[in-house]
């Protein structure tokens, strides 16, 4: 079974441009959550998405976005970006149904995303 | 809100144990989480524990919980140095069981 790929793995952008990350997740699959790594902040929780609709939001400024399309693959967007974008973007699968879960988030490898 | 707390690094010699301490804030957690992370890897779940639990052992992993104090850790026997990884401390909620909130995570380096 493949695993969560998220495209593209590096990315450079200057500031004020717009990025978008994609997430295809583990085959059957409805959960897709979404993470900011940074060496500072550690991993923070941006937003999780099931069955095409937003179900929790972290606590980022609106310029950071999602999607989830019905084939379940989600992608992020990140518009005006700013240096303190720069940072691991992980994305997450996982086969919950309800709200409820055992945690088990099956992790994509990232996209590394640099703001120059 | 919610805040999970871990030290940033951990050393131990190989074949001690490694011992990886968390707090969390949330009361009302009802899963907490020991992932793993290696270098230019995703993060890969070790093992969790519900919260009306007050042990789990898997293997060479024994997690131990302390509801009252709210506090969590993660006990490796044997350490290997395949066991050199991040090591990340989570939570989620009764209210919002899939949000799941992350600490910083732990260096675990080994000895040899």
């Known amino acids: 079974k493949a695993g969560v790929t998220q495209t593209p793995r590096y990315l450079i952008k200057t500031r004020g441009q717009q990025v978008t990350l994609s997430c295809s997740p583990i085959?059957?699959?409805?959960?897709v959550s979404w993470y900011q790594q940074t060496p500072g902040q550690g991993l923070q929780f941006l937003f999780e998405?099931?069955?095409?609709?937003?179900?929790n939001k972290g606590n980022f400024p609106g310029r950071f976005s999602g999607r989830q399309f019905s084939n379940s693959r989600s992608e992020m967007n990140v518009s005006t970006l700013e240096l303190g974008d720069s940072a691991l973007y992980l994305c997450?699968?996982?086969?919950?149904?309800?709200?409820?879960?055992?945690?088990?988030?099956?992790f994509g490898e990232g996209s590394r995303l640099t703001v120059l | 809100g919610e805040d999970v707390e871990q030290s940033l690094f951990l050393s131990v010699r190989e074949g001690d144990s490694s011992v990886i301490n968390c707090t969390y804030t949330?009361?009302?957690?009802?899963?907490l989480y020991w992932y793993k992370q290696e270098p230019g890897a995703g993060l890969q779940l070790l093992t969790y524990?519900?919260?009306?639990?007050d042990m789990k052992q898997d293997q060479r992993l024994t997690v131990l919980l302390n509801k009252k104090d709210k506090h969590l850790s993660l006990r490796i026997a044997d350490t290997q140095t395949g066991d050199s990884a991040i090591y990340f401390c989570?939570?989620?909620?009764?209210?919002?069981?899939?949000?799941?909130?992350f600490g910083s995570g732990t260096r675990l380096s080994i000895r040899p």
């Open positions: 997450a699968s996982s086969s919950s149904r309800t709200g409820a879960n055992t945690g088990e988030l099956f």
């Open positions: 085959s059957g699959h409805r959960s």
């Open positions: 998405y099931f069955s095409e609709t937003q179900r």
């Open positions: 949330d009361s009302s957690s009802t899963y």
């Open positions: 524990i519900f919260s009306n639990m």
């Open positions: 989570a939570e989620s909620g009764y209210s919002s069981a899939s949000k799941i909130i």
